[in-house]
Structure formats: C-alpha cells, structure tokens
C-alpha cells in the first residue's frame, strides 16, 4: 500500500467519524436552540397578551368578550380554570396539522391568570419544526459532506502523490536502474523538500561513495595483473636460461618442467583476470561488423589437431552469420566456449558447434556437473582438477555475454551439455 | 649483430641477455628512456628491444625519435600493460613486433632472429642450417637441394627450432608458439609431441641427419 494511501485511509476515517457525531449532535443542539427561542417568544407573547387583557379590564363584559375571542383565535386558548395559584408551564405537544394532515409537534406555554379576579388558564401554542424533516435535512447535508470531503481528499492525494511525490519517485526509479559498474550517476531533482534534499544528497553520496570505492578496487585489480606481468617474465626467463645449463640431470628436467607448468598456471590466470578487468573496464568499445562463421570455423580448425589426438570429433554446422561486435570480445567468447566445450568432454567424445538465427549453440558429451549451474559461470569456480584450467573461462565469457548484451543458456541432457548464446 | 635492450627490470635484463649471448648476440642494456635516447642516436643496432613503460618516460616516445632521425634499427616492443591501443601506436610509429609479458625466451629469440633477417635481406631470405635451407618467403623447405613438404605447423615448428638451435625449448614454448591461447588445453594433449614425430621423420626419411633431440620430457634441442 502507498504511504500516501495509508494516510488518506486514516484521514478518510477520521472525517466519517466525526461526522456520523456531527449528526445527533447537530439535531440535539439545533432542537434546543429552536425550543429556546420559542420559549422566549411564548413569554414575550404571553406578556403582551396580558398586558393587553389588563388594559381592557374597564369592560364590563369582558367576561363575554374573552369567551368569543378564545374561539376566533387559533393560537391562543383562554379557559376559565378553578386553580388560584398563578404559575406557567413549557410543554413540548404533538397536535393534528389540519393543513399537512398529520401529527406536528407544538410548544406550549400554559399560564394561570387572573383576569377581573377570576383564574383563567392561557396556553400559547407555536409551531416547531418537524423532528423527521430536521434529520432528514440534517442527514442530507452531512452526506453531500462526506462525499464532498473524501472526493476532495481523493482528489488532493492524486495530485499531491503526482506533483509532491515525483522527485521521490524520480530518485526511487533512478534507483532501481543504477548499476555499479555502469558510469551513470544519479541525478536527482532539485525540490524545496527538505526530506527529499536530504535524501537525494544522502544517495547521490552513498552511490558516488560505491563507485569510487568499485572503481579503486578494479583499478587494484588491473594495478595487480600488470605488475604481476614483470615478476612471471623474470621467472619464465630464468627457468628458459635454466633448461640450458650443461649436464641437467632427468630430476632436474622434470623439476623446470613442473615449475614452468606452474609458471604458466599463474600467467593464465593472471591473463585471464587482467581481460575480465579490462572488459570490466569497457576497454573493448570499438565495434565493426564481424563475420562469426568464418571467424568460429577459423577457431575450430586450429583446434581440431588437439581434439583428433584425444579422439574427440569436432562438428560443426555454421550458417552464414555476420554481427556487430568487437573483434577482441567475439574472439575471446567463442575460444572459451569452444575451450570449454573441449576440455570437459570425454575422449572419444563429441563436440558439436552449431550457428543459426543468431544463435551460437556449443554442445559437448560428459559426464553430469557435479557443481551447481549458478556456480559455473562464477570466478574461480572448477569442475573436476584440471590443473591447467583457470576456472576463469565461463566467467569470461559469462562477462562478455553481459557486456555485449548477448543472453546465454546452459542446459544438461542425455549426457550432453549445451551452451547457447543468442546475439 | 649488436642488439639494444630497454628494460628497467634489471633481472629480466640479466636473464635475456645470458640467453641471447649463447647466439653470439652483442647486448647493450639501457635501464632508462634517457640511456636510450643517448644510445640510439651514437650507435646503430640490428635490433631494439623496447619496453613501453619505463621508470622516465613512455617507450613510445623513443620509437618517435628514432623515427625523427631516420634510424632503421629493427624495433620489438615488451610491455606488461598488453593493451591494444600500446600495440597500434607503436606499430604505428614503426615497430616491427610486439611481445606482451609474459614470454619465453625462445620466443623472444625466434622474434629478433626475423626482425633482423627481414631489415638484412630486405624480405628476400633463406635460413639454412647445414642440409636444411629454407626459403622464407616460398615457405618452403630443401633437404640436400630436395624439397620436402612440410605442414603448416611443421614448418613453424622447424623455423623456431633452427632459430634456436643449440637450445633447450620447452615443450610449453613450441605449444605457445604454435597455438597461442589456444596452448592452454595442451595438458590434454600431447599434440606437440606428434608434430615433432612428423617432422622428425619427413626430415629423416628425405636423408636428412635427425637433429631433434628430446631432452628428458621437458622439451627439444635442435643441434647437430
């Protein structure tokens, strides 16, 4: 759930309460204002009236006269009444409506005066709103709030979310597409958040930090090869001067023989860890347009005389196929492959090389990998112990593959394991 | 023939010059750019081994002034750092060959031997050594004046010998030689060992002496 979604949740409740309360109380406090106020009228009107019957006291047949009146009028009631003591009474009555037809609630106000010393009782009566029809209205305009209100809130986070959120949004995406060993910084977008500053400087400095630190660390690698480089020369070149001495006995032969293996693991490998260096360092960028069938069966012959003396048969079916690449990088990916693909099969094995739309298939028989098919293509990971392998060549070509944008699969069946990379 | 070698890694310069006066090679050893500077304007070598990166300057920029004063000496570049644009650019300014680090010394000796044949002969050439003679740019070969066909790689193979002859080349320096990168699988195959095979008895069989000799498993000597 958005964290915008998450507030406007908790907003969108928090109205509805207050609003379902905003209801009773409403009517609660709007019935007693409007008792109030015509309790106030009642008084007022029962004041004058009295004041009024006073003044007309001189007549002699008031008496009459009140009686008459009490049935012209509609509002006010003057009954005789035998109780002496003076007092009034509010009262709230439902009373029939002979216009609406129904039921309408009244207020009353119920006086003992006393009129020529005879005790009267007068009651005033005023309409008062219908309770229903005040809910109703009430209800009706505490709904058009709600939907006012959580419209407007709907409305406010979509807009919020697409203008306040977007340099977060811009920083979080900018993110998710940052690649260490690619040279894009990020750039976020400037805002007048402070929260969004503060982050966008906090990973511009955290990735600004990790790549310096990536880059120190592959510059120590390909530091490390080419000084390397000069110590294997000097040791090669001592062991070739060596082999010269007069009178080399056959344990002494056999001892240059083993260091000069040993010489030349270290030279592969490190070979091998300066090119992963160098493509790590993109410095294979020139591209022209390659002829990958002439360039595979060009491989492919030189190895053949290695693969005939081990009895391996090397197939190849190679259609017509030209691509963009860079020469270095083609060449390097295809001897690992075919490299591979040589070392890892029987004797009396098969390779078989296969090349049609776009995609370059390397098949030899063996036996299972023992390792898992993630490892392979890691650094250093060797199946079996050939001395002489630098468990670096799937590695390299696992780089190339991903440097180049090429896809490769890897799958094992009936005694076969396949390579294919797709350019 | 008098060769010039700019190294700053004095073992190095030890190890190739013991290596290189075996073949009655003259070896002068200049440790910096500006030794070198002062030496190829004095003298003139057969050939120039140039190391790129040395401690006062970059060796490109002594391939620049040999160029600016119409010096021919034949020029092989070392250089550790192997990178790409290094080799274009001294090729560019003339170089003969390059030569990455690490390498064995037969290879180095079999590179100076055709730099300096191809600056003496001007390209037209022939390599003998006693019944042998090669002609290098027919590719072919003569035994007492009879010529034997030899493969592809037979015929590499016996240029590098008879350019090293009278030493011991290890079995890993012929596979480099012939296959490159591709040498890394050897330890499956002994392919090294057929090729000699062949060649030993194509050189034989056409009445030739057997100059191969094996020595214990480590490699070859070509000698009489």
Known sequence: MRLLQVSLRSLLLYSLILVLISIPISIFSIRQIINEEADESLALHTNQFIKHIKSYEYLEDLEMDLKIWDQLSYDIVLTPSDKMSVGQRYETVSMYDSIEHELHPFRTLSSTIIIKDKPYLLTIKMSLVDNDELVMALGIVQVILIVLLAAGLLLLNRSLSQKLWKPFYNTLNQLKAYELDKNESIQPEKTNIVEFDDLNKTVSHLTDRNRKVYLEQKEFIENASHELQTPLSIFQSKLDNLMQIPGLTEAGAATILDLEETAQRMARLNKNLLLLSKIDNDQFNEIEEIDLSALANKLLSNLRPMADTDNISIQASISPLSIKANPTLLEVLLTNLFHNAIRHTNANGKVNVNVSDKILTVTNTGNPLKMSTEKMFERFSKEGNSENSSGLGLAIVKKVCDTCRYKIAYNFQDGVHSFSVTF | ?224
């Not at chain 2, 304007?41 to 004063?69: A, Q, T, V, W």
């Not at chain 2, 070392?78 to 290094?86: C, H, L, N, P, Q």
């Not at chain 2, 027919?138 to 010998?161: M, P, Q």
């Not at chain 2, 020595?215 to 009489?224: M, R």
């Open chain 2, 1 to 224: 023939m008098k060769i010039l070698i700019i190294e700053d890694e004095k073992q190095l310069v030890k190890s190739v010059t013991q290596f290189l006066r075996q073949e009655s090679y003259v070896c002068e050893v200049a440790y910096t750019a500006s030794e070198a500077n002062e030496k190829i304007l004095l003298f003139d070598y057969d050939c120039i081994l140039l190391d790129i990166s040395l401690p006062d300057g970059n060796g490109l920029k002594i391939l620049e002034k040999l160029r600016e004063n119409h010096k021919t000496d034949g020029v092989i570049m070392i250089t550790a750092k192997g990178s790409f644009d290094d080799r274009i650019a001294g090729l560019n300014l003339g170089a003969d060959d390059y030569l990455p680090k690490p390498f064995y010394l037969p290879e180095l000796s079999a590179r100076i031997s055709a730099v300096i044949r191809r600056k003496r002969f001007d390209g037209n050439n022939k390599i003998s050594f006693h019944e042998i003679e090669v002609d290098l740019l027919g590719k072919t070969v003569y035994v007492s004046g009879k010529e034997i066909e030899l493969t592809r790689k037979e015929y590499d193979l016996l240029i590098f010998l008879i350019a090293n002859k009278n030493r011991v080349v290890s079995k890993n320096a012929i596979a480099e030689h012939l296959s490159g990168d591709d040498a890394e699988l050897m330890d499956k195959f002994d392919f090294i060992y057929s090729h000699i095979k062949n060649l030993k008895k194509k050189l034989t069989e056409s009445g030739c002496e057997d100059y191969i000799k094996t020595i214990y498993g480590l490699g070859y000597k070509f000698t009489a």
